[in-house]
């Protein structure tokens, strides 16, 4: 039977946040390529599968250097980890949906996931894609496995990006298909599985999956619909002449920053924001939730650094601040 808990059920309880992301988002479109010549990561029919591929070169995300990525059974969704059995893991979010192979209940599989490693040294690529995949509600709940969908992952030795490519799908039945409005897509360096607890960075995409906006905490987002064939999302360590969506505005949603005894919405903001605003502290805590936005008291908050948390017409975004007595 399949479990009722999913692995990210527990994201909205402790959102972490870092003062700076050391990758940065961009999108692009391209044509989507089917690969080719690859080897298979399972054979088989699959659901919750579980398997480990070598990348054919190291590859350095974050602190990890990684020769495989993995596939664990117990996560549902289309994630690949930087290990196998560790508590403490880093997470590639591809695409978060519960997925399945298309032949389930016909006998013969029909949605291979395959990887391969092309280029000479110091310039090689690793693909992993995963073709053909269903969607275990609708099977489950709607006897049915039409909806299907196409994507990638990419690693790039040279530049160190991480891509997401995205292919054709058809989805007649989002509401079986995904746990929310649409997959959940993005990065996060460290998650404490036990208590599912962030000790690292996070990038979460939310919104408009054409133009996502970036997530830099730790909460429970998702994209609102479906991904549309030939998008690419890119995670760099190296900034790109493309507007990086981490940062929304170069005007603060809040002044004065620092702060001595209250702070409040800039003016050009007043319309953008939408209440509540949640108020955490450095050690990801949250110390206040404020419905309005005229004037936020911080006298009684002890001198530090602290993260807004909101959402805009755009999304949910955040801003630091600082307090000084």
């Known amino acids: 039977m399949k479990r009722s808990t ?20 961009s999108v692009s479109t391209a044509p989507y390529v089917n690969l080719s010549g690859g ?5 088989g029919i699959w659901d919750d599968p579980e398997y480990a591929v070598p990348i054919g070169f190291s590859f350095q995300y974050y602190d990890y250097s990684l020769d495989n990525v993995y596939q664990l059974p117990y996560i549902r969704y289309s994630i690949l ?15 978060g949906a519960d997925l399945i192979d298309r032949g389930y209940g016909v006998g013969s599989p029909q949605s291979p996931i395959s990887y391969k490693t092309t280029g000479n040294p110091g310039h090689r690529v690793f693909t992993m894609e995963w073709k053909n995949a269903g969607f275990y509600g609708q099977y489950f709940m709607g006897g049915s496995t039409s909806d ?6 990419e690693l790039h030795e040279d530049s160190g990006d991480i891509v997401y490519h995205f292919g054709p ?3 007649s039945q ?22 599912e607890e962030s000790l690292g960075e996070a990038l979460l995409l939310d919104g408009n999956p054409s133009s996502p906006s970036t997530v830099s905490s730790y909460v429970d987002v998702w994209l609102n619909g479906t991904i549309p064939a030939n998008t690419v999302y890119t995670f760099s360590t190296q900034v790109s002449a493309v507007d990086d969506p981490v940062s929304n505005t170069d005007q603060p949603y809040f002044i004065p920053n620092p702060s001595t005894d209250f ?18 502290n450095s050690t990801g805590s949250l110390v206040r939730k404020e419905d309005q936005l005229e004037t936020i008291a911080t006298t009684d908050l002890p001198a530090g650094i602290y993260q807004l948390m909101f959402r805009t017409k755009d999304g949910l975004t955040s801003q630091r601040i600082a307090v000084i007595h």
């Not at 299907?148 to 992952?153: A, G």
């Not at 989002?174 to 208590?195: C, F, N, Q, R």
Request: glycine fraction near 6%; aromatic fraction near 18%.
């Open 6 to 25: 999913r692995l990210f059920s527990l994201l909205s309880i402790l959102p972490f946040f870092c003062f700076g992301q050391t990758y940065h988002f």
């Open 39 to 43: 080897s298979p990561a399972l054979t």
């Open 81 to 95: 980890a930087t290990g196998a059995a560790s508590d403490t893991l880093g997470f590639f979010l591809v695409f």
């Open 148 to 153: 299907f969908v196409n994507f990638q992952m």
């Open 169 to 171: 799908s058809s989805i």
């Open 174 to 195: 989002p509401i079986l298909d995904y746990d929310s409005t649409g997959a959940y897509s993005g990065l996060l360096e460290k998650l404490k599985l036990t208590t």
């Open 263 to 280: 702070i409040k919405a800039n003016a050009w903001a007043e319309t953008e924001i939408i209440p509540p605003i949640y108020v955490y």
